[in-house]
């Protein structure tokens, strides 16, 4: 197998960044680093990355989590809090990625994987796909306030797109939001912006792909046309 695509089905990068990384002396082979592209490795051959041996994947995973509140979007943290990995570790043997960040307080969908291709096209900014939360305020909002953010809003040098939300039937203080952007904590700042205070966010869809009734803290494997709508984005 070409060096590049075994990078890849590793699950760390995609085919362009490994050549990258091969150009750059960053990958060895049997303990010698190689910058020549186009080498071919075999299942006998031992890949490191940085020190570590990468594994080839095989066959690529698509899984969807419910994350819960207090777990990270990452694979290892140097605070020993717990990670998305933890709740996939025992149930997959592969190892899987995330495909972009919920922070560490919301809930709801995150899609892992070992397809590093996959997960550097959906985390490209250039693709805005969009993602609806649920969102639960501290306080009662008004139309005023809705319309601010709906409109844009100042979140600290960045001002946020248009977005839509529609406002639960028969709450105050309870909508669903749909943004193209992914700023770090984008959601509770748009609304703190209206000094409303987001006590409860959920992520309920990605793209085209909805949460629906998976349990808090349980997985699932995307169906076949959840993947190809993933591969199919442009």
């Not at 041996?53 to 717990?82: C, F, H, W």
């Amino acid at each position: 197998m070409r060096l590049n695509k075994y990078i890849a089905e590793a699950g760390i990068t995609s085919r362009r960044k490994a050549d990258e990384l091969i150009k750059n002396g960053e990958i060895e082979i049997n303990g010698v680093a190689v910058t020549e592209l186009g080498i071919d490795v075999s299942d006998k051959d031992i890949v490191k990355y940085k020190g570590n041996i990468l594994e080839n994947q095989g066959k690529k995973m698509y899984i969807m989590l419910n994350k819960p509140a207090k777990y990270l979007s990452s694979v290892t943290d140097d605070r020993s809090r717990k990670t998305v990995i933890d709740l996939v570790k025992n149930r997959y043997t592969m190892r899987l990625y995330p495909i972009g960040r919920l922070d560490y307080e919301t809930e709801g969908l995150l899609l892992l994987t070992n397809d590093g291709e996959i997960t550097k096209k959906l985390t490209h900014p250039s693709h805005n796909i969009k993602k609806t939360y649920f969102v639960r305020t501290d306080k009662p909002f008004n139309k005023i306030q809705i319309e601010n953010i709906m409109n844009g809003v100042d979140i600290g040098g960045y001002v946020t797109r248009k977005c839509k939300i529609n406002v639960k039937e028969g709450s105050k203080n309870e909508c669903h939001i749909t943004i193209g952007e992914g700023k770090n904590r984008q959601v509770r700042k748009m609304f703190a912006t209206q000094e409303l205070e987001v006590t409860y966010l959920q992520r309920v869809s990605i793209g085209e792909i909805p949460l629906g009734n998976l349990a808090l803290g349980k997985t699932r494997e995307l169906t076949s046309k959840e993947i190809l709508y993933l591969k199919s984005i442009n």
